[in-house]
């Protein structure tokens, strides 16, 4: 199971939207309000054109009325679109073969967003970490019993690794859970945050989220969870993260851990990751460990998966 970095994850919102027949200087007004670089060109709600900043500079030297010209005359067509929850990969595959510079992202007809070059770029470094724009090779996939203290029913985890006995740069782990009202109610007990955002109903209708929410420190805690199920020994050196969506009471959320990089002497790079039950990403870190090799007495027992 993997989880992409997506195009929703990246790309330019708000969108403005025009008719053809929306002059250049209104067009270029509704830029300016909003702080874009383009307009999305409509017809009976299909994007049928883009105009952009340079569209605008370019009508400026050559026309000697640009003011009164219409969008419909100088948009660039036809649209290429591109699905939101796609992986960027994808964009990516899509920008290069069209040779363009941006896509209108729509949920199913809907206009949502405008990707980029500009909105990729800033997400080359994960996307080269995680291959997103090469081909994965096979690797084999096991479930690791480590010497963890115990397990519980609901618990899920999952190693795919190209060998069982180390670590190495691609390796996974998954570890799944659902987030119920006694580990929101423990959570505030062990840890002191008693926000109430987390604990109070009728305070939390009031909030921006309209509802109660999990702490985004126990919903990375999975992280943490994922990572003890690696073979051998892991020990936190550092972690960030980005918490990118709420977590309702009740969901069941996956951890997604890769390591994408050896830095020697037993200390490896990950991608930290945790996505709700719908596949949406709600957490995207990156962590360095130690991970020390399993010892005689923890050397996992291995389940291979059919």
Known sequence: MSFPIRVSDVMSRPVATVTPETTAAEAAKQCDEIDIGSVVVVEDNVPTGTVTTAD?????????????????EIMSSPVITIQADAPLGEAVGTMTEHGIARLVALEGETIRGIVTTDDIAHAVPQLLQRSE??????????????ETAYEQPDWEF?????????????????????????DVQTFAEVSGDTNRLHLDADYAVSTRFGRRIVHGTLVGSLISAALARLPGLTIYVSQTLSF????DIGDRVTAVCEIVEDLGRNKYTLTTDVVDQDGTSVIEGQAVVLIDPPTEMDEPEVEAIV
């Open 56 to 72: 605008f500079v370019r009508i400026l030297g050559n026309e000697s009325n640009p003011e009164l010209l219409a969008v419909g």
């Open 133 to 146: 724009l090469t081909p994965a090779e096979k690797s084999h996939q096991y479930r690791v019993h480590q």
């Open 158 to 182: 999952e190693c795919k690794c190209v060998s069982e006995q180390q670590v190495a740069v691609g390796d996974t782990v998954e570890f799944s859970k659902s987030l119920t009202e006694q």
């Open 244 to 247: 990118l969506a709420p977590v």
